[in-house]
């Protein structure tokens, strides 16, 4: 029996190298300079900081550019609300998500059902989804299908196995 694990993962290590390039950018920049704008990476999450609103959102968008830039997923990223810090200052807390949920894991498993594939099953297990079936052809008739539609998270497909 075919199997393969559906997992949503995001690569810290890529993250760091994008959070560490728009800091330096952030520095260097002209329309950056006297803003202390910054991103603190933490476990899980980011904060931007800057003096204003409007260059917390160019930050931002910086920060995209760069997660772009090195295949990071902005599904994996969830934005918090802005909030005023200290000063005047203001910051945005983003939060990386990864791994798969009890709720997305119920939508993938009901995407694998409506394909009505026979012999084709899912389990979630932890935070990845197993997916098993008789025929190679139909585990990767469900890999295309589930990479056409978009759940909100980063899908990748890994450890097929005949």
């Known amino acids: 029996m075919a199997t393969f694990d559906v997992v949503s993962e995001v690569d810290m290590q890529e993250v760091r190298n994008a959070v ?45 550019e760069k997660l772009v830039r090195r295949q990071v997923s902005l599904k994996a990223l969830e934005d918090g609300k802005v909030e005023e810090a200290a000063r005047g200052t203001v910051r945005q807390h983003v939060k990386i998500r990864a791994g798969i949920s009890a709720d997305h894991a119920k939508r993938l498993n009901k995407a694998i059902k409506d394909l009505n594939l026979k012999g084709v099953s899912s389990q979630s297990q932890g935070d990845q989804l197993r997916v098993s079936g008789k025929k190679r052809d139909d585990l990767q008739s469900v890999i295309k299908a589930l990479k056409e539609q978009d759940f909100g998270i980063p899908l990748q497909f890994t450890n097929f196995r005949d």
């Not at 803003?35 to 931002?60: F, N, W, Y």
């Open 20 to 64: 560490d390039q728009a800091n330096r950018e952030a520095a260097t920049r002209f329309d950056f300079k006297g803003t202390d704008s910054a991103v603190e990476l933490s476990t899980g999450e980011m904060v931007l900081a800057s003096s204003t609103e409007d260059r917390l959102r160019a930050l931002h968008q910086l920060l995209e």
